[in-house]
Protein backbone atom coordinates (compact mmCIF):
# COMPACT_ATOMS: atom_id res chain seq x y z
CA UNK A 1 0.00 0.00 0.00
CA UNK A 2 2.86 2.53 1.08
CA UNK A 3 4.25 1.84 -2.68
CA UNK A 4 1.38 2.83 -4.75
CA UNK A 5 1.00 5.96 -2.12
CA UNK A 6 4.38 6.63 -2.55
CA UNK A 7 4.55 6.55 -6.49
CA UNK A 8 1.14 8.69 -6.11
CA UNK A 9 3.04 11.01 -4.25
CA UNK A 10 5.82 11.39 -6.79
CA UNK A 11 2.98 11.40 -10.00
CA UNK A 12 1.72 14.46 -8.34
CA UNK A 13 5.37 15.97 -7.92
CA UNK A 14 5.89 15.62 -4.49
CA UNK A 15 8.37 12.91 -3.97
CA UNK A 16 9.78 14.65 -1.37
CA UNK A 17 6.80 13.96 0.79
CA UNK A 18 7.57 10.03 0.02
CA UNK A 19 11.11 10.13 1.07
CA UNK A 20 10.46 12.08 4.23
CA UNK A 21 8.07 9.19 4.97
CA UNK A 22 10.55 6.33 3.90
CA UNK A 23 12.90 8.20 6.16
CA UNK A 24 10.78 8.77 9.47
CA UNK A 25 9.83 5.01 9.45
CA UNK A 26 13.50 4.04 8.37
CA UNK A 27 14.59 5.75 11.56
CA UNK A 28 11.93 4.38 13.24
CA UNK A 29 12.94 0.96 12.31
CA UNK A 30 16.30 1.15 13.26
CA UNK A 31 15.59 2.83 16.61
CA UNK A 32 13.09 0.52 17.71
CA UNK A 33 15.23 -2.43 16.07
CA UNK A 34 18.05 -1.57 18.38
CA UNK A 35 15.86 -1.41 21.32
CA UNK A 36 13.88 -4.58 20.98
CA UNK A 37 15.78 -7.48 19.35
CA UNK A 38 18.24 -7.84 22.45
CA UNK A 39 15.40 -8.68 24.82
CA UNK A 40 12.70 -9.92 22.20
CA UNK A 41 14.69 -11.40 19.32
CA UNK A 42 12.47 -12.03 16.54
CA UNK A 43 9.92 -11.28 17.82
CA UNK A 44 11.51 -7.66 18.46
CA UNK A 45 12.25 -7.14 15.09
CA UNK A 46 8.82 -8.20 13.64
CA UNK A 47 7.45 -5.74 16.11
CA UNK A 48 10.00 -2.83 14.94
CA UNK A 49 9.62 -3.80 11.43
CA UNK A 50 5.30 -3.94 11.58
CA UNK A 51 5.35 -0.24 13.47
CA UNK A 52 7.72 0.98 10.89
CA UNK A 53 5.57 0.04 8.17
CA UNK A 54 2.64 1.25 9.63
CA UNK A 55 3.99 4.62 10.02
CA UNK A 56 5.52 4.80 6.90
CA UNK A 57 1.92 3.89 5.32
CA UNK A 58 0.18 6.42 7.83
CA UNK A 59 2.46 9.10 6.38
CA UNK A 60 2.47 8.18 2.62
CA UNK A 61 -1.45 8.41 3.41
CA UNK A 62 -1.84 11.84 5.28
CA UNK A 63 0.61 13.23 2.85
CA UNK A 64 -1.33 12.39 -0.09
CA UNK A 65 -4.71 13.25 1.67
CA UNK A 66 -3.48 16.55 1.24
CA UNK A 67 -3.54 16.57 -2.57
CA UNK A 68 -6.50 14.04 -3.53
CA UNK A 69 -9.64 12.67 -1.98
CA UNK A 70 -8.67 9.24 -0.45
CA UNK A 71 -12.14 7.03 0.54
CA UNK A 72 -10.99 4.28 2.88
CA UNK A 73 -12.78 1.09 2.89
CA UNK A 74 -13.09 0.85 6.80
CA UNK A 75 -16.22 -1.39 6.83
CA UNK A 76 -14.91 -4.13 4.46
CA UNK A 77 -11.64 -3.98 6.61
CA UNK A 78 -13.18 -4.91 10.04
CA UNK A 79 -14.13 -8.34 7.95
CA UNK A 80 -10.23 -9.48 7.78
CA UNK A 81 -9.75 -7.71 11.10
CA UNK A 82 -12.15 -9.41 12.83
CA UNK A 83 -11.46 -12.79 11.03
CA UNK A 84 -7.82 -12.54 12.02
CA UNK A 85 -8.40 -12.04 15.43
CA UNK A 86 -10.82 -14.94 15.59
CA UNK A 87 -7.99 -17.38 14.03
CA UNK A 88 -5.22 -15.78 16.23
CA UNK A 89 -7.68 -16.71 19.25
CA UNK A 90 -8.23 -20.34 17.58
CA UNK A 91 -4.21 -20.37 17.09
CA UNK A 92 -3.65 -19.77 21.10
CA UNK A 93 -6.35 -22.18 22.28
CA UNK A 94 -4.69 -25.24 19.89
CA UNK A 95 -1.45 -23.68 21.46
CA UNK A 96 -2.28 -24.93 24.84
CA UNK A 97 -3.64 -28.40 23.25
CA UNK A 98 -0.37 -28.79 21.10
CA UNK A 99 2.95 -28.63 21.53
CA UNK A 100 4.67 -26.54 18.65
CA UNK A 101 7.45 -28.67 18.61
CA UNK A 102 7.90 -30.20 15.50
CA UNK A 103 8.04 -29.01 11.58
CA UNK A 104 4.75 -31.07 11.36
CA UNK A 105 2.99 -29.03 14.39
CA UNK A 106 3.84 -25.88 12.57
CA UNK A 107 2.43 -26.82 9.42
CA UNK A 108 -0.99 -28.05 10.75
CA UNK A 109 -0.71 -24.80 13.06
CA UNK A 110 -0.94 -22.97 9.76
CA UNK A 111 -3.05 -25.16 8.10
CA UNK A 112 -5.56 -24.46 11.02
CA UNK A 113 -5.11 -20.84 10.85
CA UNK A 114 -6.00 -20.58 7.00
CA UNK A 115 -8.84 -22.84 7.19
CA UNK A 116 -10.34 -21.13 10.16
CA UNK A 117 -9.19 -17.05 8.54
CA UNK A 118 -10.67 -19.00 5.63
CA UNK A 119 -13.67 -20.07 6.82
CA UNK A 120 -14.94 -16.82 8.41
CA UNK A 121 -14.03 -14.48 5.69
CA UNK A 122 -15.46 -16.73 2.98
CA UNK A 123 -18.89 -16.22 3.89
CA UNK A 124 -18.56 -12.15 3.58
CA UNK A 125 -16.58 -12.36 -0.12
CA UNK A 126 -19.02 -14.23 -1.33
CA UNK A 127 -22.21 -12.35 0.17
CA UNK A 128 -20.44 -8.97 -1.21
CA UNK A 129 -19.79 -10.61 -4.95
CA UNK A 130 -23.30 -11.98 -4.44
CA UNK A 131 -24.67 -8.34 -3.93
CA UNK A 132 -22.43 -6.93 -6.84
CA UNK A 133 -23.51 -9.45 -9.13
CA UNK A 134 -27.17 -8.61 -8.45
CA UNK A 135 -26.58 -4.89 -8.22
CA UNK A 136 -24.55 -5.03 -11.78
CA UNK A 137 -27.93 -7.01 -12.99
CA UNK A 138 -30.39 -4.57 -12.41
CA UNK A 139 -28.04 -1.58 -13.33
CA UNK A 140 -28.44 -2.79 -16.72
Not at 33 to 39: H, K, M, N, R
Not at 84 to 89: E, P
Amino acid sequence: VHVVLGRSLSALDHPNLAARATLVSLALNVSLSLALIPSLDILGAAIATTASFSVNTALHSYYLRRYVTISFPTVELLYPLAASSVMALALMAASRLVALDSLLALFSFVGLGAVVYALLLLPTRLSSELVGLFRTKTDA
